[in-house]
C-alpha cells in the first residue's frame, strides 16, 4: 500500500520542518538616528577634529613645558617628540587596521583609542620627565592611528557607495576646523590660567567627544536588531549605486551567479507520472571544475576564507596591496599630499618673517587663510568624486594647484601673497577627498581586503609623508640662500604635482583615465570606419529603376 503526501505541506508542517529562528538582540533606543549615515559622518568628523585640536594645541606649549623643567636644548627635544608620534603613527596602524578587519568591530578600538588620548593629554600635563613626553606622544600617536583607520572605515561600513565620497568631504572638514580653532584656543587658556588649561580643555571635549562614539551603533549590529534597518542605510540593492570599482564588482557578482541545473517536477495530465525536467537558475555559490572536469562547489567555510577580509595575514594583504597598480596609485597621492602639506610647516614662518616683518600672531593671521579653503574644497570635491569619479576630482585640484605654486613665489604685495596661498590651500585640500574615497573602490574591487586594510595603508603613507615633508622643506630653504630657498621648495613641490598627475591619468581608478581616453579613440575611430564605409556603398550601389522607365 503506497504513502500519499499532501501538497503543498500545511503551515505547522513548515513551521515544524524549518530551523528555529535566531532570536533577536533586544532593539535599542534611538536604533534608526544612532546608526544613520548623518550621525556616523558627524560622530567621525567631530573625532577628527578633537583630534587635530589637541595635536594643535600641544604642539605650541611643549617647548614652554620643556623650558619650566629646566631642559636645554629644546628645540632639539621637541623635535624628538613631533618623532615619536609620527613613528608611532606608522607603526601601530598596519595591528590596529588588521584586528578591526579580523574582530569585524569599529567601535570597540574607537573607544580605546579616546582612552589612549585622554590619558596622553594627562601624561603630558602632569609629566616629570621628558620620557613621560615621549610615552605621552606615542599614546597620541595610538589615538591618531585609530580614528584615521577605523573611523573612516566606519563611515564607508555605514554609507551608500553612491555618496561615499561626499560623506568622507564632510568629515575631512574635521582637520580644517581643529587646526583653525586649537592654537589660538592653547594661547589664550594659557596666557590667562596657566599651562594646565589647555590641557583640561582637551580632556573635556575628548570627554565629551566620547559620548558621541559610545551612542554609535554599527551597522553590522543594527541589522542584526532589526531586519528591516538595511532599507534606512541604504544597503540594499536599489539604493546603492554603482561607483568605486563598479566593473569589478560586476565580474564578481557575475562569478558568483552561474546557472545550475535544477530538476523540477511536472505533472503530465492524463497518466498521471511525474517527470522531472532541467531548469536553469543563477546559482549564488561558486563552483570551482576538478582535473575531472567536474564541478565542485566550495564548502562555506572555504568561501568565508576566500572572501573574509579578516582572514588574510598582514604580510599577504601587503602583497596584494604592493600588486594593485591602483592601491599603490592612492598610497602614493596619500604621500604625496602629506609632503605637500607639511613641507611648508618649518619654513612658512620664516619667509614670512623676512619678507614682510610678520611676528607669531600675524604668521597665525595667515593659516588661517590656508585653513577656511578646506571648508569648501573638502566637500565639494568629495561631492564631485561621486558624480564625476575619482580621477576627475583629483585630476582637477592637482591640474588647479599647479599654477599656483609657481605664482606663490613671485615676490609682491601681502595682498597677492595671500590671495596666490589660499588658491593654492583650495586645490590642494580638495585631493584628500576623492583619494580616501579611490581607497574605499580599491577595497571593493579586491577580495580579502577591507576598508580597514586600505585605510591603514593611507595612515601609514600620510604619516611617512608628514614626517619627511618638513625635513624636506627645512632643508631646501636652509642649504640655499635665502632668497632662493622659498622658490626651491615651490618648484619642488610643483614638480612633486605634476608626477602625482602622471600617476593619477595612468594607474588612478579602475578603468583608468589612459584607458578611458584609449576606448574613447577605439570607438571614434570604429564609428569613422563604419560611417565612411556606409558612404561607399551608397555611392557604389546603382539606382533602383523607376515604374514609369521599367514600364
Known amino acids: 500500500m503506497s504513502s500519499t503526501h499532501d501538497y503543498p ?31 556616523t559622518t558627524l560622530i567621525v568628523g567631530i573625532a577628527i577634529t578633537t583630534d587635530l585640536l589637541i595635536y594643535s594645541m600641544i604642539v605650541p606649549i611643549i617647548p614652554f613645558r620643556l623650558q619650566s623643567l629646566g631642559y636645554d636644548g629644546v628645540s632639539g627635544l621637541v623635535g624628538w617628540l613631533l618623532f615619536a608620534y609620527s613613528a608611532s603613527l606608522v607603526i601601530f596602524t598596519p595591528p590596529i587596521a588588521f584586528v578591526s578587519e579580523m574582530y569585524k568591530n569599529r567601535k570597540i578600538p574607537l573607544l580605546c583609542g579616546q582612552v589612549a588620548l585622554i590619558g596622553s593629554q594627562v601624561l603630558l600635563m602632569e609629566a616629570p620627565a ?5 610615552l605621552a606622544r606615542i599614546a597620541q600617536g595610538i589615538s591618531a592611528c585609530v580614528i584615521w583607520v577605523v573611523g573612516l572605515a566606519l563611515i564607508c561600513d555605514t554609507v551608500p557607495e553612491k555618496i561615499v565620497g561626499k560623506q568622507l568631504g564632510l568629515a575631512m572638514m574635521g582637520m580644517s576646523l581643529g587646526f583653525l580653532v586649537g592654537p589660538p584656543v592653547a594661547g589664550a587658556l594659557d596666557q590667562r590660567f596657566g ?29 542584526r536588531m532589526d531586519a528591516s534597518f538595511t532599507t534606512l542605510v541604504g544597503r540594499n540593492g536599489s539604493s546603492r549605486g554603482l561607483a568605486y570599482g563598479a566593473v569589478v564588482e560586476t565580474e564578481k557578482r557575475d562569478d558568483l551567479e552561474q546557472p545550475t541545473d535544477v530538476s523540477t517536477r511536472v505533472v503530465q495530465p492524463g497518466d498521471g507520472e511525474i517527470t522531472e525536467t532541467p531548469t536553469r537558475v543563477p546559482s549564488r555559490t561558486p563552483s570551482t571544475v576538478t582535473a575531472g572536469g567536474r564541478a565542485q562547489t566550495p564548502t562555506q567555510g572555504q568561501i568565508a576564507v576566500e572572501e573574509d577580509p579578516g582572514q588574510l595575514s598582514i604580510w599577504n594583504l601587503f602583497l596584494k596591496l604592493a600588486k594593485s597598480p591602483r592601491a599603490l596609485a592612492a598610497v602614493f597621492l596619500t604621500l604625496s599630499y602629506g609632503v605637500l602639506i607639511s613641507s611648508l610647516e618649518p619654513v612658512l614662518p620664516l619667509y614670512l618673517q623676512s619678507n614682510f616683518g610678520f611676528d607669531v600672531s600675524k604668521v ?39 599654477p599656483f605654486w609657481l605664482l606663490i613665489f613671485i615676490r609682491a604685495h601681502l595682498a597677492y601673497f595671500i590671495v596666490m596661498f589660499t588658491l593654492l590651500n583650495l586645490f590642494i585640500t580638495g585631493t584628500v577627498s576623492p583619494i580616501t574615497a579611490e581607497f574605499a573602490g580599491v577595497t571593493r574591487s579586491m577580495k580579502g ?20 615633508g618638513p625635513v624636506i622643506g627645512g632643508q631646501l630653504y ?4 635665502s632668497d632662493v630657498g622659498w622658490m626651491a621648495l615651490c618648484l619642488f613641490n610643483a614638480g612633486l604635482v605634476v608626477v602625482s598627475t602622471v600617476i593619477t591619468i595612468f594607474y588612478f581608478g579602475e578603468p583608468t583615465a589612459l584607458q578611458r581616453a584609449a576606448q574613447y579613440l577605439r570607438r571614434r575611430r570604429r564609428r569613422n570606419n563604419e560611417h565612411a564605409a556606409e558612404e561607399g556603398e551608397s555611392q557604389q550601389a546603382p539606382a533602383a529603376p523607376t515604374t514609369e522607365a521599367t514600364a
Open 9 to 39: 505541506p500545511s503551515r505547522a508542517e513548515e513551521k515544524s520542518a524549518s530551523p528555529p529562528e535566531k532570536p533577536k538582540e533586544r532593539r535599542p533606543w534611538g536604533l534608526e538616528w544612532r546608526s544613520s549615515i548623518w550621525f
Open 130 to 134: 621628558f620620557w613621560v613626553m615621549v
Open 195 to 223: 599651562f594646565r588649561a589647555p590641557f583640561i580643555f582637551g580632556i573635556i571635549i575628548t570627554a565629551l567627544e566620547l559620548i558621541g562614539r559610545l551612542l554609535i551603533i554599527e551597522r553590522s549590529a543594527a541589522e
Open 364 to 402: 597665525g593671521l595667515v593659516y588661517i587663510a590656508a585653513v577656511v579653503p578646506s571648508f569648501i574644497s573638502s566637500p565639494l570635491s568629495g561631492w564631485y568624486s561621486d558624480r564625476g569619479g575619482t580621477i576627475v576630482s583629483t585630476l582637477i585640484c592637482l591640474v588647479g594647484s599647479l
Open 449 to 468: 581586503v577591507g576598508y580597514g586594510h586600505v585605510y591603514g595603508a593611507f595612515n601609514v603613507a600620510y604619516g611617512v609623508g608628514s614626517a619627511i
Open 478 to 481: 636652509d642649504h640655499v640662500s
